[in-house]
């Protein structure tokens, strides 16, 4: 493990979110630094404390940039999180413009690094971009594979590291952490309730996952170590680690929550791509074209992923068992 540096600010945008507050928490234990906060509404900061000595707050939209001018350009470390989706205009302007507005407002002989979060969707297996995620991807697809082509050729290209969580666990389904809870553990109480038809069904579709504390354990030690020059081979100035943990099975993940609910599985029916489109047809279901070559593309794994041993740190959630008994999602007896 290299050696710890102890940046004396750094600023993390989106720290309200799940990944936002579980690194905030992670750098508030594991390092000295000071936390510039950049978040819209204080309230939902439940994790740490907004009066924590070592923190301050930033209260304001992204697209609000110049209101925190002075204080971007003290900040030695970067890590943006904030992101936007569903309204194309918002993400256009939070995800490209803002990203742009931002950096310039950094002081380049300063800052020693920048952490942007992106999606491990727009890449391929291989870590490269997906000329499909920018041709017909969703409105928050297309704008995450603009700007990371935009950092590409940015002056501060060197100093950045884009991260490209792939399915991301964090908080309880009950609510009952302080860190939110993320999209997908929330979905896990919605999804039990469909084990009974997905038992009967079997799909040849693979997919990575990484727990919200993995992601800050990993920020983390990149924000406290010192930066380098992207040393990973095939790629640009822009370093691309993609976080997630082994590659899982569609049918191994159903069966794991079969077994955590208690159900018991029967012989299943293949799902064919044939039949997956007769599907479309008969049920009430809107198909975009990203939704369709996501259907065809089945297998969203990535080589090298990314977990925190690399860095010589303990994953938080390993296994998707881990990840169950993480989310309180209650647990049944086998029949």
Known sequence: MSQTTTPSRILITGASGCVGQY?????????????????????KLTAVSADHPRIQLLVGDLREADRFASELASAHRVIHTATAWGDPERAQQ????????????????LVEQITYFSTASILDRHLQPLTEALAYGTEYIQTKAQCLKDLEEHPLAEKIVTVFPTLVFGGRVDGSSPFPTSYLTEGLAEASKWLWLARFLRADASFHFIHAADIAAICGYLATHPHQRNPEPGQGAVRRIVMGQKAISVNEAVASLCRWRGIRRTPGIPLWPWLIETLIKVLPIEVNAWDRFSIRQRHFIHEPVTQPERFGVKSHAADLESVLLDSGLPKRGSP
């Open 94 to 109: 939070v995800n490209v413009v803002a990203v742009k507005r931002m950096l310039s407002l950094l002081n380049p002989s």
């Open 23 to 43: 690194t905030t928490s992670w750098l508030l234990e594991n390092s000295d630094a000071e936390l510039l906060l950049w978040l819209r509404d204080p309230s």
